[in-house]
C-alpha cells in the first residue's frame, strides 16, 4: 500500500445510476411489503408514489447543493461549509447511516437463506455467514473500481427482472386491487419512517463525485432517475403483493415475497424469489461497500480521522483500509442488531444528511452566481420533509444515534491529537 494519493475519475452515468439505483433497492423491497400489508392492506401501495414526491421535494434541492461539490466524500465535504467539526460529525453520521443499513439488509439476506437452511438463522452459523459476506464484497472492492462497477450491472439485471415478472404475473392472475380506506393520520405518520427507507440511499452515488466523470451533470441526473424508478418498483410490487395477500402473512412475514412467489409457482417459485432476494440484497450491499469507504477515506485526507485511513492500495487504486475499516464495523453491527431497529437508525441519520446538504449550497465551492427565491421555497420545503419524518423516531433511535455521533467525535479528537503532537 502506498501513501494517500487522488482517486482515478472512472465512474460514468451508468456506474452513477447503478451506485444510486442500488443504494435504494436491496432487501427492504423483500421485507417491507408484509409489513406495509399488514398495517395499511391494499391502500399500502399508495404509500409509495406519495413518498416519492415527498423525496422529490427533498431530492431536488439536495442535488442542486451535490452539484456544487466536486469532490469525493459526499456529506463528510458538504458540511466543511459550517465549520470542520460540522462537516466531520455531518460525514459521520453519515457513514453510520450507511453502516447501519449495510447490517439491516444483511440481517435480511441471512433470513432469506434461513428459508432453506435452518441452521443460518442462529447461533455460530448466522455469524459466521454474516463474516463470510463481508469478507466478500470486501474484497470485490478491494481489486478496483471498474470489477466493482461490472458485479454490480449483473446483480443489478438479476434482482429487478425477476421482480418485474413476479409482479406482473401475479397482477395479471389476481387482478390489481382496489385503493382501501386510509388509516388514521397517526398510522400512516409511523409508517413513513420505515417506507422512506425504501427511497434512502439514492444519495449512493455522490460519495465517489471525485471518481465521477463530470459531476455536476452525472450526479443530478442519477439521482432524481433513481427516485422515479425507485417509487415505481415499489408501486408495482406492493400493488402485486396485496392482490394477493390484502391483509398481509402471518407465516414467513420478515420474508413476505417468499409467499408470493410460492402462491405462483409452489417450490420453485419461491426458491426464486429467495434467490431474486439475495441478488437484490447482494447488490445493495455491494453498492453500499463501494461508495461509503470513501467518507472515511476523505475525512483522513483532511487530517479529521487518523491517517492510516487515507492509505491506497498501489495495485488497486482503492482505499484499501477504509474498506477493511468499515466492513469490520458492518460486521459487528449486523450481528448485533435487527433489521427494523437498524433501518429506523439509518432514516433517521439521513434526514439529517439530506437538511444540512440542502442548506449548504451558498457555501459550495462550485456554487451558482445566482440562487433563485424558487429554489429557497423548495430547499425549505425539503427541508420541513426531513423534520416530520425525523420526528417520527423514537427516543431510543436519538439516544442511539447520539451515542454513535459522540463515539466519532472521539476519533475526531484523537486524530487532532496525535497531529498535533506528531507536529
Not at 78 to 98: D, H, N, S
Not at 155 to 176: C, Q, S, Y
Not at 195 to 213: H, I, L, Q, R, S
Not at 380 to 385: A, D, F, P, R, Y
Amino acid at each position: 500500500m502506498s501513501e494517500p494519493h487522488g482517486l482515478p475519475r472512472r465512474i460514468g452515468i451508468g456506474g452513477a445510476l447503478l451506485l444510486a439505483f442500488n443504494g435504494a433497492i436491496g432487501a427492504s423491497i423483500f421485507a417491507l411489503p408484509g409489513m406495509l400489508a399488514a398495517d395499511f392492506g391494499t391502500s399500502a401501495p399508495w404509500l409509495f408514489p406519495l413518498v416519492g414526491i415527498a423525496s422529490l421535494l427533498i431530492a431536488i434541492p439536495f442535488c442542486r447543493s451535490v452539484a456544487a461539490f466536486p469532490e469525493s466524500g459526499g456529506p463528510a465535504t458538504y458540511g466543511r461549509v459550517f465549520g470542520t467539526l460540522a462537516g466531520f460529525e455531518l460525514g459521520w453520521i453519515y457513514y453510520i447511516a450507511r453502516a447501519t443499513a449495510f447490517a439491516a439488509n444483511l440481517n435480511v439476506l441471512i433470513s432469506y437463506l434461513a428459508r432453506w437452511w435452518g441452521a443460518a438463522d442462529g447461533g455460530a452459523t448466522r455469524i459466521a455467514l454474516l463474516l463470510a459476506f463481508v469478507a466478500a464484497f470486501t474484497a470485490i472492492n478491494v481489486t478496483g473500481v471498474k470489477s466493482a462497477m461490472r458485479v454490480l450491472g449483473g446483480l443489478t439485471l438479476l434482482k429487478t427482472i425477476p421482480l418485474l415478472l413476479l409482479a406482473a404475473a401475479a397482477l395479471a392472475l389476481a387482478g390489481a386491487p382496489a385503493p382501501g380506506p386510509l388509516p388514521p393520520v397517526t398510522e400512516i405518520e409511523a409508517g413513513v419512517l420505515l417506507v422512506f427507507y425504501a427511497f434512502v440511499g439514492f444519495e449512493n452515488a455522490t460519495v465517489t463525485a471525485g471518481e465521477t466523470k463530470d459531476p455536476n451533470r452525472t450526479l443530478p441526473r442519477a439521482l432524481l432517475g433513481t427516485i422515479g424508478t425507485v417509487a415505481l418498483l415499489y408501486f408495482f410490487v406492493q400493488l402485486a403483493f396485496v392482490a394477493v395477500f390484502p391483509n398481509g402473512v402471518e407465516e414467513g412475514a420478515d420474508a413476505p415475497l417468499l409467499a408470493l412467489g410460492e402462491w405462483l409457482m409452489g417450490p420453485v417459485g419461491a426458491l426464486l424469489i429467495g434467490v431474486t432476494a439475495i441478488f437484490s440484497t447482494a447488490g445493495n450491499l455491494h453498492s453500499n461497500m463501494a461508495a461509503t469507504p470513501r467518507v472515511t477515506f476523505s475525512m483522513a485526507e483532511r487530517g479529521e480521522l487518523p491517517t492510516w485511513l487515507a492509505k491506497v492500495h498501489s495495485g488497486f487504486d482503492t482505499p484499501v483500509a477504509s474498506i477493511l475499516f468499515f466492513a469490520a464495523l458492518v460486521a459487528a453491527l449486523a450481528v448485533s442488531g435487527s433489521f427494523v431497529w437498524l433501518a429506523v437508525i439509518s432514516t433517521l441519520a439521513r434526514m439529517i444528511v439530506y437538511s444540512v446538504t440542502i442548506l449548504a449550497l451558498p457555501g459550495a465551492p462550485a456554487r451558482p452566481a445566482h440562487i433563485s427565491p424558487s429554489h429557497w421555497l423548495l430547499a425549505s420545503i425539503g427541508v420541513l420533509v426531513c423534520i416530520v419524518v425525523a420526528a417520527q423516531a423514537d427516543a431510543k433511535a436519538w439516544l442511539t444515534l447520539g451515542a454513535l455521533a459522540a463515539a466519532g467525535l472521539l476519533l475526531y479528537l484523537l486524530a487532532r491529537f496525535f497531529r498535533s503532537t506528531e507536529a
